[in-house]
């Protein structure tokens, strides 16, 4: 088989109108805010699809994704006929509230279906494209419609358990894409794209944590991955649960306009008992993805053109001793994840 792993696909969107209450996620709103939800139908290819799912909060974008999970058509790919403010075509950006729709306005969509997911994805990658959250951090964190956002998610998205939570463990999530893989480059089987030292790695840290596999594409291909990559039922460790892009939000950025993050508030908001800011680590190559959980997350080394890098590799074993060093403390406020390398190197000459 001539393996080739697709790009990361946008993430997925599947909630309802937000109507959690404060507990829920263990975060405070405004008692007078409220958001009416937004329905339509888009007619594509001969059918219609109905969406009832949205809010006048979310964005063109949050629509696209959702359209994306019944057409298959990428947002990218997508043009949506009629869809204007002021006279012009809506960004991706402007809020379904400022369209001003009808209930079930039949919006027409043209746009082609991705008929090879398995392709090569292109140039332009996420990687290069990231950019520095401590620039936009601070606008976006805190922001009510974010959280409010992370509350939907915590009362719609269905999580799969593989294998409970274990009482006092901290909790690991880590991305796939160039964190776990070269999922870019291709090759005979996955094997060859896999990170140096994975096994090792998970086995190490599962006797410290629950860990959680959290990609920004679809759990069909999740699967695929951590089966190719012999993660799903390796015996030295267990996977606690994998999240797929429908469990991300898209939030408004001042510099960088629209972009899509993982929010750890998901998590805690569903395992509250188990898993908090104290105890939470989370491994990511796209920087971006930290927005709303910024001392949670560490930027890991991407691992790319695994053919030429393989044998000189060892960002997972390192990180593997870090977080070893890091789980006999009483929880990670302090800690300042940029300078891993530089807490590690410390403590092993102490």
Same mark, same amino acid.
Request: charged fraction near 30%; hydrophobic fraction near 35%.
């Given at each position: 088989?001539?393996?080739?792993?697709?790009?990361?696909?946008?993430?997925?969107?599947?909630?309802?109108?937000?109507?959690?209450?404060?507990?829920?996620?263990g975060?405070?709103?405004?008692?007078?805010?409220?958001?009416?939800?937004?329905?339509?139908?888009?007619?594509?290819? +001969? @059918? !219609?699809?109905?969406?009832?799912? =949205?809010? #006048?909060?979310?964005?063109?974008?949050?629509?696209?994704?959702? %359209?994306?999970?019944?057409?298959?058509?990428?947002?990218?790919?997508?043009?949506?006929?009629?869809?204007?403010?002021?006279?012009?075509?809506?960004?991706?950006?402007?809020?379904?509230?400022?369209?001003?729709?009808?209930?079930?306005?039949?919006?027409?969509?043209?746009?082609?279906?991705?008929?090879?997911?398995?392709?090569?994805?292109?140039?332009?990658?996420?990687?290069?494209?990231?950019?520095?959250?401590?620039?936009?951090?601070?606008?976006?964190?805190?922001?009510?419609?974010?959280?409010?956002?992370?509350?939907?998610?915590?009362?719609?998205?269905k999580?799969?358990?593989?294998?409970?939570?274990?009482?006092?463990?901290?909790?690991?999530?880590?991305?796939i894409?160039?964190?776990?893989?070269?999922?870019?480059?291709?090759?005979?089987? +996955? @094997? !060859?794209?896999?990170?140096?030292? =994975?096994? #090792?790695?998970?086995t190490?840290?599962y006797?410290?944590?629950? %860990?959680?596999?959290?990609?920004?594409?679809?759990?069909?291909?999740?699967?695929?991955?951590?089966?190719?990559?012999?993660?799903?039922?390796?015996?030295?460790?267990?996977?606690?649960?994998?999240?797929?892009?429908?469990?991300?939000?898209?939030?408004?950025?001042?510099?960088?306009?629209?972009?899509?993050?993982?929010?750890?508030?998901?998590?805690?908001?569903?395992?509250?008992?188990?898993?908090?800011?104290?105890?939470?680590?989370?491994?990511?190559?796209?920087?971006?993805?930290?927005?709303?959980?910024?001392?949670?997350?560490?930027k890991?080394?991407?691992?790319?053109?695994?053919?030429?890098n393989?044998?000189?590799?060892?960002?997972?074993?390192?990180?593997?001793l870090?977080?070893?060093?890091?789980?006999?403390?009483?929880?990670?406020l +302090?800690?300042?994840?940029?300078?891993?390398?530089?807490?590690?190197?410390k403590?092993?000459?102490?």
């Amino acid at each position: 088989m001539f393996y080739c792993d697709e790009a990361p696909d946008p993430f997925v969107l599947c909630t309802e109108q937000w109507k959690s209450s404060v507990a829920d996620v263990g975060v405070t709103f405004p008692s007078s805010s409220t958001s009416m939800s937004v329905s339509v139908i888009i007619k594509w290819g +001969g @059918q !219609e699809y109905s969406i009832s799912t =949205l809010s #006048e909060e979310d964005t063109v974008l949050d629509l696209k994704q959702s %359209i994306k999970s019944l057409t298959g058509v990428l947002p990218e790919r997508q043009k949506l006929l009629g869809l204007k403010v002021k006279g012009k075509p809506a960004d991706d950006e402007v809020k379904l509230g400022d369209l001003k729709l009808k209930p079930n306005t039949k919006i027409m969509m043209m746009g082609t279906r991705e008929e090879n997911v398995l392709a090569p994805p292109p140039e332009n990658d996420d990687v290069v494209n990231d950019f520095d959250i401590e620039e936009e951090v601070t606008e976006v964190e805190n922001r009510e419609e974010n959280l409010a956002k992370i509350a939907r998610r915590v009362k719609d998205y269905k999580v799969d358990e593989l294998n409970p939570p274990r009482p006092g463990k901290r909790l690991l999530v880590l991305d796939i894409d160039y964190t776990l893989f070269d999922h870019k480059s291709c090759a005979e089987t +996955g @094997q !060859e794209l896999m990170r140096p030292y =994975l096994h #090792e790695f998970l086995t190490s840290a599962y006797e410290d944590y629950d %860990i959680v596999i959290w990609s920004a594409t679809s759990m069909k291909w999740i699967d695929a991955k951590m089966k190719e990559l012999g993660v799903t039922d390796n015996p030295n460790y267990k996977i606690t649960f994998m999240l797929d892009s429908a469990a991300m939000i898209t939030v408004h950025t001042p510099k960088r306009g629209v972009v899509e993050v993982k929010p750890l508030g998901v998590i805690w908001g569903k395992y509250s008992e188990f898993y908090d800011r104290k105890n939470t680590v989370m491994f990511d190559d796209i920087g971006r993805n930290f927005l709303m959980n910024p001392q949670n997350g560490l930027k890991i080394r991407p691992f790319m053109k695994a053919h030429l890098n393989r044998e000189k590799d060892k960002e997972l074993y390192k990180l593997s001793l870090y977080l070893k060093e890091i789980a006999k403390l009483e929880d990670f406020l +302090g800690l300042n994840h940029k300078h891993w390398e530089r807490f590690l190197s410390k403590r092993q000459n102490q």
